[in-house]
């Protein structure tokens, strides 16, 4: 494999772009594998290439009912941050964080991830108040926090609404200066290039159909493109985890599925270099720009279950809203997209990297809306539970029992309802 580097830009450049290898393999299943890992989004890739990386497992196999990245890791807002507080999750995406922070380096690939700063408005005392407690937190746990007054906010970003007189009057922001963006689906691709050149087989187009078990072991998968074995098997499926959980003959899992939609405008000259996060009052809203320069943004659920890649109209108008009430500039912009992705969503609103009622069956899901940014660490995490059959300690409450324990990871406080926690 052609490594990516300055030398081979320019000699590339000079003999026609002739000297690049694919950048993965296009394989034909084999019958058996140590470890299979069933989704091929960002968590599933990075999973397997930790596996064979950190590892040294050397007979893998992810398989993706699409394309790579057709899932939720290409249909993101792309947001990355480690501001949680929650024990557990805190060291959690934090960990994550600094494996973005190497990402592009790690893998030979371009990720850009543009650590621009992710700005939180805040709108009332008790909420300063909060974000105080909260980002000391941060801080005090090695992690990067600030309070910003209103001045700095207004130097920092000019034209959001500061009008005294508006619905919700900002007041300032909490902010985490390390967290930005990134190219989502520069990140998959960089995940199956590194893994591919570590040997792992990703097989598209390979649905699972059917989960053969015998007793308390799974002993195959039927999939579309035959019986595939695999010593170990990892889940790792998103939106579509209660669906694989039901074919593994499981029952019923703490997760519903939700959709999330996002949306991009018009490409528009540079108008906002941070990440703004807008929510009060029921509202919820993020936005930031493009490297080409289209307003990206996202905001609420449907409100309803469903396992289709599609959006409703009542959430254009929520956004757009919200998208007026803090920056009234963007009045004349063009939509130009948007979709939506199937989200699985936990009753705490916490993920699962665990094991399950299964020997070698494996759980990395309930990754609500927000597991691009755990992308990274997920892998991390999940690889290690695999490779060594045993949670470490910082996911170690992340199983599924935890319910039964009373133990629940609640960020938000919202209580056990999915569609909620974000
Ligand atoms: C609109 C939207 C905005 C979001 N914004 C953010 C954000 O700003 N920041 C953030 O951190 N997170 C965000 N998220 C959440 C984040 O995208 C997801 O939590 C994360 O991508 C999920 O992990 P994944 O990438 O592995 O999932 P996916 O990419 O969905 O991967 C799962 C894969 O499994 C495959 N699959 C399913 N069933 C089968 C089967 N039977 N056989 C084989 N393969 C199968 C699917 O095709 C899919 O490719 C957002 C999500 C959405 C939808």
Not at 68 to 93: D, K, L, W
Not at 218 to 238: N, P, Q, W
Request: glycine share 12%; aromatic share 10%; proline share 4%.
């Amino acid at each position: 494999m052609t490594r990516f580097s300055a030398w081979n830009v320019f000699r590339n450049g000079l003999s026609g772009q002739k000297g690049w290898d694919r950048q993965w393999r296009d394989v034909e299943p084999k019958a058996d594998y140590d470890v299979v890992i069933v989704g091929g989004g960002i968590h599933g890739l990075a999973t397997a290439y930790y596996l064979a990386k950190k590892h040294g497992l050397k007979n893998i196999a992810v398989l993706e009912k699409g394309w790579i990245g057709g899932g939720n890791a290409g249909r993101n807002t792309t947001i990355v941050r480690s501001n949680y507080f929650r024990p557990g999750n805190r060291e959690f995406y934090e960990h994550s964080l600094k494996l973005w922070e190497n990402l592009s380096h790690d893998l030979n690939y371009n990720v850009m991830f543009s650590q621009r700063g992710h700005v939180s408005l805040l709108h009332s005392p008790g909420a300063v108040d909060a974000a105080a407690r909260g980002y000391n937190t941060l801080r005090l746990t090695g992690s990067d926090a600030e309070i910003w007054g209103l001045e700095e906010l207004k130097q920092e970003i000019p034209h959001l609404n500061y009008a005294a007189n508006a619905r919700f009057p900002i007041l300032g922001a909490a902010v985490q200066r390390r967290a930005g963006t990134a190219r989502h689906d520069a990140v998959v691709w960089g995940y199956a290039r590194a893994a591919d050149q570590l040997g792992v087989d990703i097989i598209q187009n390979c649905e699972v159909l059917g989960v053969r078990r015998d007793q308390g072991r799974i002993t195959g998968l039927d999939t579309s493109r035959g019986a595939i074995g695999g010593s170990k098997i990892g889940f790792s499926v998103a939106g579509n985890t209660s669906r694989l959980w039901d074919m593994a003959g499981l029952g019923t899992l703490p997760i519903e599925s939700h959709k999330l939609q996002a949306f991009v405008t018009e490409p528009l000259k540079p108008l906002l270099d941070h990440v703004v996060v807008f929510g009060v009052g029921g509202t919820h809203f993020y936005i930031s720009q493009s490297d080409k320069g289209g307003m990206v943004f996202g905001g609420d659920l449907d409100w309803y279950k469903s396992y289709a890649q599609r959006g409703n109209l009542p959430i254009v108008q929520d956004v757009s809203e919200c998208a007026l009430s803090i920056l009234p500039c963007l009045g004349r912009v063009r939509l130009l997209r948007h979709w939506s992705g199937v989200c699985d969503m936990s009753m705490d609103g916490s993920h699962f990297i665990c094991k399950t009622p299964l020997d070698n069956l494996y759980l990395n899901a309930g990754w609500n809306y927000g597991g691009f940014k755990a992308g990274p660490g997920a892998g991390w995490f999940f690889a290690d539970l695999i490779a060594n059959d045993r949670p470490h300690e910082i996911v170690a409450e992340h199983d599924l029992k935890r319910f039964e324990r009373g133990y629940n990871i609640d960020e938000r406080g919202a209580g056990p309802d999915p569609k909620l926690h974000g």
